[in-house]
């Protein structure tokens, strides 16, 4: 039970002090209010949170990567398949999760173990069907990879249900995030209207 809540508090910190690091990282580039920028991510964000699913949430994250001054034709693409392949909260789950089960089954942990942990967690974050659980599917291949029992996936379970909405919102606040910096690189910013 322990390890269950470890791994719970590991990921929601860890996944909010990037998403923090993202944000602020918009506001110190764009010389955004960090009240408006949160306020202009809201409603996709709990549309995520409150369904668990990305796809629930795209006409809201459409409509909302608008008010963020993101040009059409990069919300049209970017949107599209970043809600599908941009799941950044997934890979820092994958990862926490894979280190604290390899942990708690006495698998030995060194950096090779590590370095492959985060070069599967990375491939299968993007692999991860973008549906409510679809996560549940990848930790099969992650512990077959990492050496570490199968029972570890009874715990994995119970983690992955738990998690799954708040790792939803978190991805699409990742995407709209990442979507402004690339369109400030790519002079596709009204940074006026995201500024409002």
Not at 74 to 103: D, E, K, R, Y
Request: glycine share 8%; aromatic share 8%.
């Amino acid at each position: 039970m322990f390890s269950l809540i470890k791994q719970i508090i590991l990921v929601i910190l860890i996944t909010s002090i990037t998403l923090m690091f993202y944000i602020g990282l918009v506001c110190w580039k764009c010389k955004v209010k960090p009240g408006v920028l949160i306020k202009k991510l809201l409603p996709t964000f709990l549309i995520a949170l409150s369904t668990s699913s990305s796809s629930a949430a795209f006409g809201t994250n459409i409509e909302s990567c608008k008010a963020l001054g993101i040009d059409k034709k990069l919300i049209n693409f970017g949107v599209s398949i970043g809600q599908i392949i941009f799941m950044p909260a997934g890979a820092i789950q994958f990862f926490i999760v894979s280190l604290c089960t390899g942990q708690s089954f006495g698998t030995e942990i060194t950096i090779v173990w590590i370095i492959t942990s985060i070069i599967t967690c990375t491939i299968l974050a993007i692999a991860t069907p973008p549906i409510p659980g679809g996560g549940l599917s990848c930790y099969t291949i992650l512990f077959a990879q990492l050496g570490i029992p199968s029972a570890g996936i009874a715990l994995v379970i119970s983690i992955e249900l738990l998690m799954d909405a708040f790792l939803t919102a978190c991805n699409l606040a990742f995407l709209q995030t990442e979507l402004i910096l690339s369109a400030k690189k790519l002079n596709l910013l009204d940074e006026e209207k995201l500024r409002i």
